[in-house]
């Protein structure tokens, strides 16, 4: 995934006292050794599911990747953990076929990057649109086969928007593409107050993409699902979203009330926003359909 002289560049620079090679990334100090445990986290995971040692897995790695292209690092992100991971994976599996589901708000630019060309790899990113970065994620960006498909919200769409895109969007284009693995760039900052973001999802709404996501993968996959941990900025909140996430992934029944439900609840969008947003989608699964 990475050429040789941004890894050695990398870790050069890692051994002193750190700096920067891209752009929103800084590093100190040992940079490199905790980017690479952050990439074995998803490695692992990826290999345990695949492996059958688990039937899912949730990869809780920092820093991030999504955004990190092979030889350019940006937005946080020092290397790509999931593309790594699963190139590990084709290296046992030459044949593998993986789908990515990207529902961090922001566009996951490298990971399309790094896919675009390659028509084993479905890249599916749900983000704000013009958030991060501001040059990529157009709807209109579709790779080789069609293998990617950007999916550019508006501010405030909201759960109702994220469960139609699931739906309208993710899901035919899961079945159509037949992923032996899928795994999802799990960021939680398109909940509401992310300081980072203006979507409104919330904790509910990140449990029922993630039982979404359980199913596709039961159907298409023999349940072969692994989450991989990305942004997330808000401290108050991305605790109850995260709980949500991992105890829908787990079947768990140990429970975490999320004490905002009843005011995001009032707060998400209603007539005439909300009838945009279902005819935007409609629009979106449109373009997107084969």
């Known amino acids: 995934v990475h050429p040789s002289a941004y890894l050695d560049a990398f870790e050069e620079a890692s051994k002193g006292s750190g700096g920067e090679l891209g752009l929103r990334v800084p590093f100190g100090h040992g940079g490199y050794e905790q980017a690479a445990l952050s990439t074995g986290l998803a490695c692992r995971a990826v290999a345990d599911v695949m492996a059958g040692r688990v039937r899912n897995a949730y990869a809780l790695s920092r820093p991030p990747g999504h955004h990190c292209l092979p030889d350019w690092p940006n937005g946080f992100c020092l290397l790509a953990n999931i593309a790594v991971a699963i190139e590990a994976a084709r290296s046992q599996q030459p044949d593998l076929k993986v789908a990515v589901l990207d529902w961090d708000v922001h566009h996951g630019n490298g990971t399309e990057a790094i896919y675009i060309d ?79 973001s203006r979507m409104f999802a919330t904790a509910q709404t990140f449990s029922a993409m993630t039982a979404a996501i359980k199913a ?25 979203c995260g ?45 997107h359909a084969p």
């Open 216 to 240: 596709s993968a039961a159907e298409l996959c023999d349940g072969r699902l692994v989450l991989v941990h990305e942004g997330g900025y808000s401290e108050v909140y991305v605790p109850f």
């Open 118 to 196: 390659d028509p084993a790899v479905l890249t599916l990113s749900i983000h704000q649109e013009r958030n991060y970065p501001l040059d990529s994620g157009d709807a209109d960006t579709r790779g080789v086969d069609k293998s990617n498909i950007n999916i550019p919200l508006p501010p405030g769409a909201g759960h109702a928007t994220y469960m139609q895109v699931m739906e309208r969007i993710v899901q035919p284009a899961l079945e159509r593409f037949k992923p032996d693995l899928i795994v999802v760039a799990c960021g939680y900052d398109a909940a509401a107050i992310d300081p980072l």
């Open 243 to 287: 709980h949500a996430t991992i105890s829908t992934l787990a079947d768990s029944t140990i429970e975490a009330p999320d004490p905002f439900e009843e005011t995001f609840a009032k707060r998400q969008p209603r007539g005439k926003f909300a009838k945009f947003l279902a005819t935007y989608v409609d629009d979106l699964a449109a373009f």
